[in-house]
């Protein structure tokens, strides 16, 4: 019997079975098919795109930079910028670097300018400290079980001077007011998601939501400081934030 998934216009996830998930979905090459913000359909498409781009602009005031883009799936960021930078895409799933290779190729980026690695963020990184102009995780904080040893080792590769674009996901969940259609029509649903901070009863064994407060805590525990911090969304209550950090 195929799994029930959630109609398209019903989650920023499309396709996502009602049964929890589990961390096997970063690696059996379920995920890409999980977590399609981008899709028509989407109800945070809009916000994501502008997300997108602003990491992409301010990336590029950076001329010729050494990028590393870690848990950057299927090259979304990380294939646009390596038009004009060096990009390592760093991420666990051999199947999404596949997807993003795939991308490049069809975008004309050489293997020069892309570099693929597949490598578990939160393990330590394999590459050398200060190594790397700018550093970028994107969706990536709200999967790890310990988000400030990741950003410790993001700090560790940045070389002098360098700066760390990553964002996390409210869990002030008011914003949710905003995207009806994110949970659809089902009271119970509603509650759960209320009461875990805006996150899917499907996704609540891979995602955890922060408040602003505790992102900022995680930063500073890894020794990084905030220089711009952007958010999408409502005004007071955004889904996402994005900041960029320097280390103290």
Same mark, same amino acid.
């Given at each position: 019997m195929?799994?029930?998934?959630?109609? %398209?216009? #019903? @989650?920023?996830?499309?396709?996502?079975p009602?049964?929890?998930?589990?961390r #096997?979905?970063?690696?059996?090459?379920?995920?890409?098919?999980?977590?399609?913000?981008?899709?028509? /359909?989407?109800?945070?498409?809009?916000?994501?795109?502008?997300k997108?781009?602003? *990491?992409?602009?301010?990336?590029?005031?950076?001329?010729?930079?050494?990028? %590393?883009?870690?848990?950057? /799936?299927? /090259?979304?960021? $990380?294939?646009?910028? !390596?038009?004009?930078?060096?990009?390592?895409?760093?991420?666990?799933? +051999?199947?999404m670097l @596949?997807q !993003? +290779? @795939?991308a490049? +190729? =069809?975008?004309?980026? #050489?293997?020069? =300018? %892309? #570099?693929?690695?597949?490598?578990?963020?939160?393990?330590?990184?394999?590459? +050398?400290?200060? @190594?790397?102009?700018?550093?970028? =995780?994107?969706?990536?904080?709200?999967?790890?079980?310990?988000?400030?040893?990741?950003?410790?080792?993001?700090?560790? *590769?940045? $070389?002098?001077?360098?700066?760390? %674009?990553?964002?996390?996901?409210?869990?002030?969940?008011? &914003?949710?007011?905003?995207?009806?259609?994110? *949970?659809?029509?089902?009271?119970?649903a509603?509650?759960?998601? &209320?009461? $875990?901070?805006?996150?899917?009863?499907?996704?609540? /064994?891979?995602?955890?939501?922060?408040?602003?407060?505790?992102?900022?805590r995680?930063?500073? =525990?890894a020794?990084?400081?905030?220089?711009?911090?952007?958010?999408?969304?409502?005004?007071?209550?955004?889904? &996402?934030?994005?900041?960029?950090?320097?280390? !103290?």
């Amino acid at each position: 019997m195929p799994q029930s998934v959630r109609e %398209l216009n #019903t @989650s920023d996830a499309v396709g996502v079975p009602r049964e929890p998930l589990a961390r #096997t979905v970063f690696t059996d090459g379920r995920y890409p098919a999980l977590f399609r913000p981008d899709d028509a /359909g989407s109800v945070f498409r809009g916000i994501y795109a502008a997300k997108r781009d602003d *990491v992409l602009r301010i990336v590029d005031r950076t001329p010729r930079a050494r990028v %590393l883009d870690l848990g950057g /799936g299927m /090259g979304r960021i $990380a294939v646009p910028l !390596a038009r004009t930078h060096a990009v390592t895409l760093g991420d666990i799933s +051999a199947a999404m670097l @596949s997807q !993003a +290779a @795939s991308a490049a +190729a =069809a975008a004309g980026v #050489t293997r020069e =300018a %892309l #570099t693929l690695v597949e490598v578990d963020a939160a393990r330590t990184l394999p590459f +050398a400290s200060a @190594s790397f102009d700018v550093a970028i =995780a994107i969706d990536l904080m709200v999967h790890l079980l310990d988000p400030v040893a990741t950003l410790r080792e993001l700090r560790r *590769v940045l $070389a002098p001077g360098g700066q760390l %674009l990553v964002d996390i996901t409210n869990r002030h969940p008011q &914003w949710m007011l905003r995207y009806p259609g994110y *949970v659809g029509h089902h009271p119970r649903a509603w509650i759960r998601t &209320w009461r $875990a901070g805006g996150v899917l009863p499907e996704w609540r /064994g891979i995602v955890r939501h922060h408040t602003r407060s505790e992102f900022h805590r995680m930063l500073a =525990a890894a020794g990084l400081r905030i220089t711009e911090q952007r958010d999408y969304g409502p005004p007071l209550v955004p889904k &996402w934030m994005l900041v960029c950090c320097e280390p !103290a």
